[in-house]
């Protein structure tokens, strides 16, 4: 396990200098972020990223993420056009040694919360997904802006993108998927960069949205479009936790090989489909992180794991879920229990 956090680049208030400080961190994971989605990452700002990161004396360990244009997952005739742009930032990324991109296939948005800094007993904030609230929110009317939405839609677009997902059912979704990754996959095999596509965030349909990767019979399914080891996936513990039929460490020792990129955060269910993100310790959340570690170990993982969002604590303020404090924690609590697990079986820790 390479111990990894993510990093929103150099208008991030949190420095590398801070990141480096947390003990047991070696990775950064990353994105350019000042690119329109669809269009090429020229190679010339991947190696400024690189360069900046490995200053520091850290080193970029996964690119989270190179977005999917809509027309791709609408599966549109401007997709092959988006798709080809893909390629060739895919190259570009190995060029400059990028080893694994995460990305996701989810329309339209990204992760969904209800709400951003829900006060839990403790005093500290954190973000809720509240079934009861998110059935009363209307995308389309506009005035929503919550993270993971792409804030950039004008005026009629969102709604104009809604509507053009009326008729794409899970199915349909599916096939536009394996289009992408009968495309995609070859390049990344041919450059050695491994696919990692992130989960569903929540698990389950927003807003009439379909959402196909929530589960394990899912995540075979992606596997069997593209056998390649190059497809594989960036295993969320909070966005498949948020279920409670989904049973984690099984699944990590199912899809082992498959696991390119570990996400670490706990959530605690407060309902079918309610959920509040927690420390990471396991006590206070639905996720058991010590049987999570344990099956990364049994699987022999030697890839990327960053403690994913972490709740706002000693009035800190900044971009919601993706505080220093929390995820710090964080980052030790899970370099704690994988040392204990490697001093059980006599397993020297990594440095």
């Known amino acids: 396990m390479k111990l990894a956090f993510r990093w929103y680049g150099e208008v991030d208030s949190i420095t590398l200098e801070y990141i480096r400080q947390i003990p047991g961190m070696k990775g950064i994971v990353s994105a350019i972020y000042d690119i329109p989605v669809g269009e090429v990452w020229?190679?010339?700002?991947?190696?400024?990223?690189?360069?900046?990161?490995?200053k520091n004396g850290l080193s970029l360990a996964v690119i989270e993420s190179v977005p999917v244009h809509e027309d791709i997952k609408l599966g549109l005739p401007t997709r092959d056009k988006y798709i080809s742009n893909y390629k060739e930032t895919l190259r570009n990324l190995a060029s400059a040694g990028v080893e694994v991109v995460c990305y996701n296939f989810m329309p339209v948005f990204d992760w969904t919360r209800s709400d951003l800094d829900y006060l839990l007993e403790d005093g500290s904030t954190t973000l809720i997904h509240d079934e009861d609230a998110i059935e009363k929110m209307n995308p389309s009317s506009g005035g929503l802006a919550l993270p993971g939405w792409d804030a950039s839609y004008k005026d009629g677009e969102l709604k104009g993108l809604l509507e053009s997902y009326q008729d794409v059912t899970e199915e349909r979704l599916w096939e536009n998927l394996a289009y992408f990754l009968n495309e995609i996959i070859p390049v990344a095999e041919e450059v050695s960069i491994k696919m990692a596509i992130h989960p569903d965030d929540p698990p389950w349909s927003i807003f009439g949205l379909p959402r196909i990767i929530t589960d394990a019979e899912s995540l075979q399914r992606l596997i069997d479009v593209q056998q390649s080891p190059s497809n594989g996936i960036t295993f969320c513990t909070g966005s498949f936790g948020a279920r409670a039929d989904n049973d984690l460490p099984g699944m990590i020792r199912a899809f082992g090989s498959r696991i390119h990129f570990a996400h670490c955060r706990n959530v605690k269910r407060t309902g079918p489909k309610s959920f509040e993100e927690t420390s990471h310790l396991s006590s206070d959340g639905s996720v058991d992180m010590v049987e999570v570690l344990k099956a990364y170990q049994d699987i022999g993982f030697t890839g990327p794991l960053r403690p994913d969002h972490g709740r706002m604590i000693w009035g800190e303020t900044g971009r919601a879920g993706y505080?220093?404090?929390?995820?710090?924690?964080?980052?030790v609590y899970l370099n704690g229990i994988w040392e204990a697990l490697n001093k059980v079986k006599g397993v020297e820790q990594s440095t």
């Open 323 to 331: 505080g220093l404090y929390d995820r710090a924690l964080g980052a």
């Open 42 to 54: 020229p190679l010339e700002k991947i190696n400024h990223l690189m360069n900046v990161i490995e």
